[in-house]
């Protein structure tokens, strides 16, 4: 029975049945291999991330690519929201200086001139528009000595100023001689006046601050001298000052001396100067000077030109008594003494003080000492009438903070609060790192914009500055760039000031002081990381829309989900993009995204726009 069954077993498995199994068995093998493979049908996407992850095979990969399927990933998020153009009304609107806004404060101090930032129900979601006829301005240095009327179509400077040469109008341009209220023969000599005692041409002065500014010629001729200058004045009367300045190519800010402390950090600069710019010097206890004390650098120079210097020249001018304005001035030598303070030279209109090195060479006692432990905290905090202390010496002979290397050396020296210790987590090794890392950050960007570093874009905005390796890389007399330092960030700006770069604090949840279209060159480090659980990453890409010029450019980098993100949100601003990858390739999580403004005017629906 047994060997009946086992023969008719093994019939049943002819070689053909055999055959036929070794055949399934191969082809399901076969079959099951291609589709492992990636090459089955439906898997292109495993095709196309097995291609792109080898960098021989596309050397050249864009990141955008990456993720251009997110909508598909998360189909619930609206479209990229259209952001429409404001009303020509607003054409020159400062969201933190409005006029109307300003009158609701009280005059005393001047606190009315002071920031005023709209809340949150009253910010503007909508695009600032250029005025009718906007061009690109003159290219420097010709930009130091004319503006185009479309741009800052305002005339009221050539009547008010017209005696002292600050502007006057011609055909279709302003035109700038240079001239001032105290130096209407022109800021060349009155420069030239001030180098006989302030050493500017050796590289000794390098940052310098003009307290009421005006048009800023002061600090648009020192520029050919290698000396920088931050220049501020209120939106004030004199309409549009300020937005003269930065039309030409001069750093400036809107802002007065009032009743809260200068945006800047001690030991900043290492001259400055008031030319005639009214601020009572001698009034509350003060205050004002001790302010200006606090900024100006140990060995540094204060000018003064204008009441109550030469009153005996001027007080019928003025129309002042003699016995007042002697009295004046008496009062402010006698502060500046008490501020360790020298006068080295009085000559005609100008008086030149210098701030002693160290608090060893006092000659009196000092003015009351502020009590705050931290003289860089200054943003939103009142002043008070007090000396602010000098960091302490060894010798009569050392400077107090540390001695400064003279520009250009001190652009990449160790700077004496990072020698120090004072900025915590930063070395010297960990700042020439910075350096090396923006100056090949730089390359990268040049690779893929040549018009940078060129005189094309000669205002520049660096949005989140750290030590100021960005600046640093640029240097050029071509360009000058603000360095902003945000008030939720490392407090750096003292570094930056200290290797002769300039800069301010300021919290991008509100506007930045300064006009529309002033900058042609924003770059935004690391911002959005830092600011996307603060507030509206909206309200900064408008408040950035605001301040860029008709065809600028941003560059950002951060985070790749970040980068979407803003991505998302410039899509519906008038703004051409491009995500590009890191310079080192693909893998790096941070992106980089350039922009480029379109051109367009408000009344008009005038666009570089394709789709307009």
Known sequence: MGNKHNSAGFKTRSPLSIFIVI??????????????????????????????TDCQIFPDLNFETHHNDVEIIEPSKPKAKVFKPCDV???????????????????????????????????????????????????????RDYVHYANVPHKSLTVEKAVQNWVQFQGDVFKFPGGGTMFPQGADAYIDELASVIPIADGS???????????????????????????????????????????????????????????????????????????PWAANDGM??????????????????????????????????????????????????????????????????RKKANNKNCRRKSASICESKDADDVWYKEMEACKTPLPEVNSANEVAGGELKKFPERLFAI???????????????????????????????????????????????????GLGGFAA??????????????????????????????????????????????????????????YQNKCNLEDILLEMDRILRPEGIVIFRDEVDVMNKVKKIAGGMR??????????????????LVVVKQYWVGGTGNSTSSDQ
């Open 23 to 52: 055949c399934l068995c191969c082809f399901f093998y076969i079959l099951g291999a291609w589709q492992k493979s990636g090459f089955g049908k439906g898997d292109g996407i495993a095709v196309q991330m097995s291609k792109q």
């Open 89 to 143: 009304k607003y054409t020159d609107y400062t969201p933190c200086q409005e006029q109307d806004r300003a009158m609701k404060f009280p005059r005393e101090n001047m606190i009315y001139r002071e920031r005023h930032c709209p809340p949150e129900e009253e910010k503007l979601h909508c695009l600032i528009p250029a005025p009718k006829g906007y061009t690109t301005p003159f290219p420097w240095p010709k930009g």
């Open 205 to 279: 002065v390098r940052t310098a601050l003009d307290t009421g500014c005006g048009v800023a010629s002061w600090g648009a001729y020192l520029m050919k001298r290698n000396v920088l200058a931050m220049s501020f004045a209120p939106r004030d009367n004199h309409e549009a000052q300020v937005q003269f300045a930065l039309e030409r190519g001069v750093p400036a800010v809107i802002g007065v001396l009032g009743s809260i402390h200068l945006p800047y950090p001690s030991r900043a600069f290492d001259m400055a100067q008031c030319s005639r710019c009214l601020i």
């Open 288 to 353: 004002f000077l001790m302010e200006v004390d606090r900024v100006l650098r140990p060995g540094g120079y204060w000018i003064l030109s204008g009441p109550p210097i030469n009153w005996k020249t001027y007080y019928q001018t003025w129309k002042r008594s003699k016995a007042d304005l002697q009295a004046e001035q008496r009062r402010i030598e006698e502060l500046a003494e008490s501020l360790c303070w020298e006068k080295k030279y009085e000559k005609g209109d100008i008086a030149i003080f």
């Open 415 to 465: 700077p004496p609060r990072v020698a120090k210790g004072l900025v915590e987590g930063v070395t010297a090794e960990s700042f020439q790192e910075d350096n090396k890392l923006w100056k090949k950050h730089i390359n990268a960007y040049k690779r893929n914009n040549k018009l940078i570093g060129t005189t094309r874009y000669r205002n520049i905005m660096d949005m989140n500055a």
């Open 473 to 530: 890389a640029l240097e050029s007399p071509k360009s000058w760039v603000m360095n902003v330092v945000p008030t939720i960030a490392k407090n750096t700006l003292g570094v930056i000031y200290e290797r002769g770069l300039v800069g301010i604090y300021h919290d991008w949840c509100e506007g930045f002081s300064t006009y529309p279209r002033t900058y042609d060159f924003i770059h935004a480090n690391g911002v959005f990381s830092l």
């Open 575 to 592: 703004w051409d993009t491009k995500m590009m990858d890191h310079e080192d390739g693909p893998l790096v999580p941070e992106k980089i």
